[in-house]
C-alpha cells in the first residue's frame, strides 16, 4: 500500500471515529435542544428556531462511517452552519400530518407572525365549539388544556389523558378526530398491536388517539392498557418480549393520550384521566358543518405549530423547569452529608424545597382547591392549575367543575355493585356498633374483627348474586375504604357472633378516614367533630405562624385535609369568627 493510500485509509478511520463520537442528540421526530427548537415540515425537511430568534428550513443529510461501501450511515441536519446528527434514522414517512408548508415559509421569512398565546386559545375554542357540541361548556377549556399540553409534551414530566364518554352514536369518535387533528402529532390508529402502538410514540412522538378502548383493549391486563398506565409519566417505559426472537423489547411510550369508551374508564386508568362527555346533538347543524372540519382544522394546527416554534424555548428557559425540577441540584441544595442529622429530618427538608417550588406555580385560590382532592387527582389537577398559569390563561372555575365531576363518577364504583354492597354492610356494622362500648377502642373508634364483617358480607352477597367473594378479592375491596394493613388493621380482643367472650381477632378499625370514604356524616360533620377539627385548626396556627403573625396556606390547607374533606369550609369559619384574615400576600393568611 502506497503513502497516498496509506493516509487516505487514516483520515477515513478519523472520519468515521469523529461521526461515531459525535453527539447524536436530535429525535427524528422533532423536538427541543439548549440551542433551538425543530420540527419536522415534510419529508427529508426540518424547520427550526433556534435561542437567538433565526430561523431557517434544514434538508437532512446522510453521512457515513464508509464512504466508498456506503455502510453505517448516521443522519444530521445543519442549523446555522453547525451540524447535528440524530440518534435514530428518521423514518421514510411520517404518522402525523404536517403543517401547511407555504404558511410556515411566510413565517421563516418574516411576514407571518404566530399568534399570541391568548389569541391562540380563542382560536382553539372558536375550532371546538364550531364543530362540537358539549352537554357541558366548562369541559371545553380542559379540553383545550389537553391540546396545549401536547405542544409542550417535551417540558412536562407527567401528563393527563383525556377520556370521551359517551352513548352509542353520540358523537365520540366526531369529537376525538376534531381534538387530535390540532394537537401535536395527532395520530388516530388503525393499528392496535400493541408494539406498533408503542414503536409510534417511541418513534414518531405522536399524540395517539384509540377509538372505543374499552372495547379494543379487552382486560385490564391487556398490552394496550399497560401501554396507556405507563405512558402518562416520562421516564416509564413499556416492556415485552418479542414472541420471536425471545428478546426484551422497551419502547419509551411517554406523552398526552387520547381516547373514547361508550362503558366504564379501566379502574387505573381513570386515575391518569381527565373525562369530558359528549351526547347525542339536537342541532341539525354541527353534523353538517363537520365536512368542513378537515379543512378549517389544518388552519388551526399551523397555527399552533408556529406558536409552538415561537414559544417553546421561552417556556423552557423562564418557567417549565419549575415544574419538572430540571434545575435543581437536590444535594448541593441540601448540602447532604452521612454525619449531619436524620434520614427523617433531610427527607422532610428535601420536601419541603421541593413542595415549596412546586407551590409558586399556583394561585391562592387554586391551592384551595387542589387540597381537597387526594392521591392522583392531586397530581392531576395541580398539573391543569399550573398549565393555565404558565399560559396566562384563566380557567379556574372550568377545572375545578371537570374534576368535581371526576370524583363523582371515580366514587360511583364504591356505590354500586359487589363494592356497594360491602359499602352499605360496613355502614350497617358501624351504627349498629358504635354504642356498644365492647366494639370501641381506646382512642374512641369503632372495631370489628374481620372474619364478621367477612361473614356477613358473604352472607349479604349470596342472598343477592348467589355467590359470595374470596377472601383476598374481600381485602382487595376493603382497601377501597382505608382499610390497610399498616395503618387500621390489628389484632384486638373484640366480641365474635358465636362466642360468648371475647378474643383477640383480627380487627378492622373505622377510623375518620375510613369514615369519611364512607360518607357516614358523624365522621367529621358533627358539631363535636367540627369543633374539634377547629380546635386543632387553631393550635397549629399558633405553632405555626411567624414573627409576623403570618402562616403559609397551602400548608394550612395540607394540615387540615388530614382532618377533613373540606379544609376550605374550616378556613372559611376562622376567617368569620376572626381568627383568620386575608393580606396581601399569594398563599399567605394573617393570624390574630
Given at each position: 500500500?502506497?503513502?497516498?493510500?496509506?493516509?487516505?485509509?487514516?483520515?477515513?478511520?478519523?472520519?468515521?471515529?469523529?461521526?461515531?463520537?459525535?453527539?447524536?442528540?436530535?429525535?427524528?421526530?422533532?423536538?427541543?435542544?439548549?440551542?433551538?427548537?425543530?420540527?419536522?415540515?415534510?419529508?427529508?425537511?426540518?424547520?427550526?428556531?433556534?435561542?437567538?430568534?433565526?430561523?431557517?428550513?434544514?434538508?437532512?443529510?446522510?453521512?457515513?462511517?464508509?464512504?466508498?461501501?456506503?455502510?453505517?450511515?448516521?443522519?444530521?441536519?445543519?442549523v446555522e452552519g453547525e451540524q447535528y446528527y440524530f440518534k435514530?434514522?428518521?423514518?421514510?414517512?411520517?404518522?402525523?400530518?404536517?403543517?401547511?408548508?407555504?404558511?410556515?415559509?411566510?413565517?421563516?421569512?418574516?411576514?407571518?407572525?404566530?399568534?399570541?398565546?391568548?389569541?391562540?386559545?380563542?382560536?382553539?375554542?372558536?375550532?371546538?365549539?364550531?364543530?362540537?357540541?358539549?352537554?357541558?361548556?366548562?369541559?371545553?377549556?380542559?379540553?383545550?388544556?389537553?391540546?396545549?399540553?401536547?405542544?409542550?409534551?417535551?417540558?412536562?414530566?407527567?401528563?393527563?389523558?383525556?377520556?370521551?364518554?359517551?352513548?352509542?352514536?353520540?358523537?365520540?369518535?366526531?369529537?376525538?378526530?376534531?381534538?387530535?387533528?390540532?394537537?401535536?402529532?395527532?395520530?388516530?390508529?388503525?393499528?392496535?398491536?400493541?408494539?406498533?402502538?408503542?414503536?409510534?410514540?417511541?418513534?414518531?412522538?405522536?399524540?395517539?388517539?384509540?377509538?372505543?378502548?374499552?372495547?379494543?383493549?379487552?382486560?385490564?391486563?391487556?398490552?394496550?392498557?399497560?401501554?396507556?398506565?405507563?405512558?402518562?409519566?416520562?421516564?416509564l417505559k413499556y416492556s415485552r418480549v418479542n414472541p420471536d426472537?425471545?428478546?426484551?423489547?422497551?419502547?419509551?411510550?411517554?406523552?398526552?393520550?387520547?381516547?373514547?369508551?361508550?362503558?366504564?374508564?379501566?379502574?387505573?386508568?381513570?386515575?391518569?384521566?381527565?373525562?369530558?362527555?359528549?351526547?347525542?346533538?339536537?342541532?341539525?347543524?354541527?353534523?353538517?358543518?363537520?365536512?368542513?372540519?378537515?379543512?378549517?382544522?389544518?388552519?388551526?394546527?399551523?397555527?399552533?405549530?408556529?406558536?409552538?416554534?415561537?414559544?417553546?424555548?421561552?417556556?423552557?428557559?423562564?418557567?417549565?423547569?419549575?415544574?419538572?425540577?430540571?434545575?435543581?441540584?437536590?444535594?448541593?441544595?441540601?448540602?447532604?452529608?452521612?454525619?449531619?442529622?436524620?434520614?427523617?429530618?433531610?427527607?422532610?427538608?428535601?420536601?419541603?424545597?421541593?413542595?415549596?417550588?412546586?407551590?409558586?406555580?399556583?394561585?391562592?385560590?387554586?391551592?384551595?382547591?387542589?387540597?381537597?382532592?387526594?392521591?392522583?387527582?392531586?397530581?392531576?389537577?395541580?398539573?391543569?392549575?399550573?398549565?393555565?398559569?404558565?399560559?396566562?390563561?384563566?380557567?379556574?372555575?372550568?377545572?375545578?367543575?371537570?374534576?368535581?365531576?371526576?370524583?363523582?363518577?371515580?366514587?360511583?364504583?364504591?356505590?354500586?355493585?359487589?363494592?356497594?354492597?360491602?359499602?352499605?354492610?360496613?355502614?350497617?356494622?358501624?351504627?349498629?356498633?358504635?354504642?356498644?362500648?365492647?366494639?370501641?377502642?381506646?382512642?374512641?373508634?369503632?372495631?370489628?374483627?374481620?372474619?364478621?364483617?367477612?361473614?356477613?358480607?358473604?352472607?349479604?352477597?349470596?342472598?343477592?348474586?348467589?355467590?359470595?367473594?374470596?377472601?383476598?378479592?374481600?381485602?382487595?375491596?376493603?382497601?377501597?375504604?382505608?382499610?390497610?394493613?399498616?395503618?387500621?388493621?390489628?389484632?384486638?380482643?373484640?366480641?365474635?357472633?358465636?362466642?360468648?367472650?371475647?378474643?383477640?381477632?383480627?380487627?378492622?378499625?373505622?377510623?375518620?378516614?375510613?369514615?369519611?370514604?364512607?360518607?357516614?356524616?358523624?365522621?367529621?360533620?358533627?358539631?363535636?367533630?367540627?369543633?374539634?377539627?377547629?380546635?386543632?385548626?387553631?393550635?397549629?396556627?399558633?405553632?405555626?405562624?411567624?414573627?409576623?403573625?403570618?402562616?403559609?396556606?397551602?400548608?394550612?390547607?395540607?394540615?387540615?385535609?388530614?382532618?377533613?374533606?373540606?379544609?376550605?369550609?374550616?378556613?372559611?369559619?376562622?376567617?368569620?369568627?376572626?381568627?383568620?384574615?386575608?393580606?396581601?400576600?399569594?398563599?399567605?393568611?394573617?393570624?390574630?
Amino acid at each position: 500500500m502506497g503513502i497516498g493510500e496509506e493516509l487516505e485509509k487514516l483520515e477515513a478511520e478519523e472520519r468515521a471515529k469523529k461521526l461515531r463520537e459525535a453527539p447524536h442528540i436530535l429525535h427524528p421526530a422533532g423536538g427541543l435542544t439548549e440551542k433551538f427548537v425543530y420540527e419536522p415540515v415534510a419529508v427529508g425537511k426540518y424547520v427550526y428556531k433556534t435561542i437567538e430568534g433565526k430561523k431557517g428550513f434544514a434538508s437532512l443529510k446522510i453521512e457515513f462511517e464508509d464512504e466508498e461501501e456506503q455502510r453505517k450511515p448516521h443522519w444530521l441536519i445543519e442549523v446555522e452552519g453547525e451540524q447535528y446528527y440524530f440518534k435514530d434514522k428518521p423514518p421514510r414517512e411520517f404518522l402525523f400530518n404536517f403543517p401547511a408548508y407555504e404558511t410556515v415559509e411566510k413565517w421563516v421569512k418574516g411576514p407571518k407572525q404566530s399568534l399570541s398565546t391568548e389569541q391562540l386559545w380563542k382560536l382553539n375554542g372558536i375550532y371546538l365549539r364550531t364543530f362540537l357540541d358539549f352537554p357541558r361548556s366548562f369541559e371545553f377549556s380542559v379540553t383545550q388544556l389537553f391540546i396545549q399540553q401536547t405542544w409542550l409534551v417535551d417540558l412536562l414530566p407527567v401528563v393527563f389523558y383525556l377520556g370521551v364518554k359517551g352513548e352509542f352514536g353520540g358523537g365520540k369518535t366526531v369529537t376525538g378526530e376534531a381534538i387530535i387533528l390540532i394537537c401535536r402529532h395527532g395520530y388516530l390508529t388503525g393499528n392496535l398491536s400493541p408494539p406498533f402502538v408503542a414503536r409510534a410514540v417511541q418513534e414518531h412522538k405522536i399524540t395517539l388517539m384509540v377509538d372505543e378502548l374499552d372495547a379494543v383493549a379487552g382486560t385490564k391486563d391487556s398490552d394496550l392498557n399497560c401501554i396507556f398506565r405507563q405512558g402518562y409519566r416520562r421516564g416509564l417505559k413499556y416492556s415485552r418480549v418479542n414472541p420471536d426472537t425471545l428478546e426484551t423489547e422497551s419502547y419509551v411510550v411517554f406523552g398526552p393520550k387520547l381516547f373514547t369508551v361508550h362503558s366504564e374508564i379501566e379502574e387505573a386508568l381513570q386515575t391518569r384521566t381527565v373525562p369530558i362527555h359528549v351526547r347525542e346533538t339536537s342541532n341539525p347543524q354541527y353534523p353538517i358543518v363537520n365536512m368542513d372540519k378537515a379543512s378549517f382544522a389544518e388552519y388551526v394546527y399551523t397555527e399552533n405549530f408556529l406558536w409552538y416554534l415561537d414559544n417553546a424555548l421561552t417556556f423552557k428557559g423562564n418557567d417549565f423547569h419549575a415544574i419538572n425540577g430540571s434545575q435543581l441540584d437536590i444535594l448541593d441544595t441540601l448540602d447532604l452529608k452521612i454525619s449531619d442529622s436524620s434520614i427523617d429530618i433531610q427527607a422532610e427538608k428535601l420536601r419541603q424545597l421541593l413542595f415549596e417550588k412546586k407551590k409558586t406555580l399556583l394561585l391562592e385560590g387554586q391551592v384551595n382547591q387542589v387540597s381537597q382532592v387526594s392521591g392522583r387527582n392531586t397530581e392531576l389537577m395541580f398539573l391543569c392549575f399550573a398549565l393555565s398559569n404558565l399560559l396566562k390563561i384563566q380557567c379556574n372555575d372550568d377545572i375545578v367543575k371537570t374534576f368535581q365531576q371526576k370524583l363523582l363518577e371515580e366514587g360511583e364504583r364504591t356505590e354500586i355493585g359487589l363494592i356497594g354492597v360491602l359499602r352499605q354492610v360496613l355502614t350497617d356494622l358501624w351504627i349498629e356498633k358504635k354504642e356498644n362500648k365492647d366494639y370501641i377502642t381506646e382512642d374512641g373508634l369503632v372495631k370489628i374483627s374481620n372474619k364478621e364483617i367477612y361473614d356477613k358480607y358473604n352472607e349479604v352477597l349470596k342472598k343477592e348474586y348467589g355467590q359470595g367473594v374470596s377472601p383476598a378479592k374481600f381485602k382487595e375491596f376493603m382497601l377501597e375504604f382505608g382499610f390497610s394493613d399498616a395503618l387500621n388493621r390489628t389484632k384486638l380482643e373484640v366480641p365474635v357472633p358465636g362466642d360468648s367472650e371475647k378474643k383477640s381477632r383480627l380487627c378492622n378499625i373505622f377510623t375518620d378516614r375510613v369514615l369519611r370514604k364512607l360518607d357516614i356524616e358523624e365522621g367529621w360533620q358533627g358539631e363535636k367533630a367540627l369543633q374539634e377539627i377547629l380546635v386543632k385548626a387553631r393550635e397549629w396556627c399558633e405553632q405555626n405562624k411567624d414573627d409576623k403573625n403570618i402562616v403559609d396556606l397551602f400548608n394550612l390547607t395540607e394540615f387540615l385535609s388530614g382532618l377533613t374533606e373540606q379544609p376550605t369550609r374550616i378556613i372559611d369559619i376562622m376567617k368569620s369568627e376572626g381568627v383568620l384574615f386575608d393580606i396581601n400576600q399569594v398563599g399567605k393568611l394573617g393570624v390574630k
